[in-house]
């Protein structure tokens, strides 16, 4: 079986599409919900840590996993609130206060999930796995 490609094996446009594209959308997406549904945003959050190990998968190592997470989890996080600024509604969720400590911390966690992610795929690369 072929192995994933890195994401520096994609052409750049993709790379670009995976690497901020997607987070700005999903994160849009989850900041909507933030002022609709708890239930909503908590499972769309889950998934977005999920999100964050994957991206991380794309990388050699947990290094470089890291700083894809640090990217995406920075992007994941401006989108919510921006997203939730346009949408208006009241947050079904509290937020930290100020809210821009949201962005802090989905940066934070996503280079943790993202150098997880760089780590299992490093780990799984190694020439003594089968």
């Known amino acids: 079986m072929r192995s994933l490609p890195l994401l ?4 750049q446009s993709l790379q670009v599409v995976l690497a901020v594209v997607i ?3 999903f994160g849009a997406i989850t900041g909507f919900f933030l002022g609709v549904s708890v239930g909503t945003y908590v499972v769309l959050s889950i998934l977005g ?3 964050g190990v994957a991206a991380g998968f794309d990388h050699r190592g947990a ?5 894809r997470g640090v990217l995406g989890g920075f992007i994941f996080g401006s ?8 949408h208006g509604a ?5 937020l930290p206060e100020p809210a821009v400590i949201l962005v802090a911390i989905t940066t934070l966690f996503g280079a943790a999930f993202g150098a997880l992610g760089g780590h ?4 799984g690369m190694r020439p003594d796995r089968p």
């Open 8 to 11: 520096d094996e994609h052409p």
């Open 120 to 123: 299992l795929r490093e780990r």
């Open 63 to 67: 290094a470089a996993g890291a700083r």
């Open 90 to 94: 009241t947050a079904k969720v509290e």
């Open 79 to 86: 989108a919510i609130l921006i997203a939730h600024e346009i």
């Open 49 to 51: 840590v999920l999100g």
């Open 23 to 25: 987070p700005a959308v």
